[in-house]
């Protein structure tokens, strides 16, 4: 617990030494706690959070977060990206991520066209700098501070503060983007993204947690915890049949279990191949 205590007081230090921050806010975890310790060292006229209301987001998680905002008194500024119509992001390529974050971080300059002496801040941890995230890319180039990261702190470390602080959120099962549970070189649509929302939606209502529904465009495939399988193939016939309910002309269940970033891996299968070549 003292290394949490040393954390904590180093990211009160590190908000301190700043004036304001705009917080790109998702609802997730990261972010929530940065928005919350920016409004706690800094003051609620200098912590703005910023979310998107985007196809990409959830609707339940973009009402967690407003409601989040107003249980804390924090104001909460909302946009709306329009990345959909880009065609470098709807074709969903590898580097689909970059484009998200270039059109946030690029709206997000309305606001700090208010706030100019405030600081852009992104929730990334040092966890996600071993991952593959394009995202970064976009976020340095538009100069976006990480606290969690510069203070390296672990995703387990950032729960386990929020749970001390009694943030509701603090157990809270990732939630990506909407876009994620499509695969690469599958185009991104609206209808897609609805589809996939209504599945998880669904699987949540039947105490399925943390759960993903990827779309393979003639499939959908579901993943809920390996722990949970056996209770989800108990249900088989009902879950089929309502998600094929909302425009999937078949369903299947991965055995495997739900593996944050599993589309990921044709990208680690091309990089071996050309390591090997």
């Known amino acids: 617990m003292s290394n949490i205590q040393d954390k904590l007081h180093?990211?009160?230090?590190?908000?301190?030494q700043r004036k304001g921050s705009i917080v790109a806010f998702s609802g997730g975890i990261d972010s929530t706690l940065v928005l919350f310790l920016a409004r706690k060292f800094q003051g609620k006229?200098?912590?703005i959070g910023v979310i998107s209301n985007?196809?990409?987001?959830?609707?339940?998680d973009f009402e967690l977060a407003q409601r989040f905002c107003r249980d804390f008194?924090?104001?909460l500024e909302v946009i709306k990206t329009e990345e959909l119509v880009d065609e470098r992001y709807n074709q969903n390529p590898e580097n689909r991520c970059f484009f998200c974050k270039e059109h946030l971080f690029h709206d997000l300059q309305q606001i700090?066209?208010?706030?100019?002496?405030?600081?852009?801040?992104s929730g990334t941890n040092v966890d996600d700098l071993g991952d593959y995230r394009p995202g970064l890319q976009a976020a340095a180039q538009y100069k976006v501070l990480a606290p969690m990261a510069q203070c390296k702190l672990t995703k387990e470390e950032i729960r386990e503060i929020a749970r001390s602080f009694g943030l509701p959120n603090w157990d809270k099962p990732a939630s990506p983007c909407l876009s994620s549970r499509i695969p690469y070189n599958h185009q991104i649509t609206r209808e897609k993204l609805k589809q996939v929302e209504a599945?998880?939606?669904?699987?949540?209502e039947l105490g399925f947690a943390d759960v993903r529904v990827r779309h393979y465009g003639e499939y959908g495939q579901v993943e809920v915890q390996q722990s949970e399988i056996e209770r989800l193939f108990a249900m088989e016939h009902q879950v089929v049949d309502r998600i094929k309910s909302f425009g999937f002309d078949e369903v299947k269940i991965d055995r495997e279990g739900l593996v944050s970033g599993k589309l990921n891996r044709v990208l680690n299968?091309?990089?071996?191949?050309?390591r090997e070549s």
């Open 112 to 121: 700090k066209d208010k706030y100019p002496d405030f600081d852009v801040l």
């Open 199 to 204: 599945a998880e939606d669904f699987l949540n």
């Open 54 to 60: 985007s196809e990409s987001l959830k609707a339940k």
């Open 269 to 274: 299968r091309k990089e071996d191949v050309r």
């Open 45 to 47: 006229e200098n912590a």
């Open 73 to 75: 008194d924090i104001k």
């Open 10 to 16: 180093e990211l009160e230090e590190w908000f301190r």
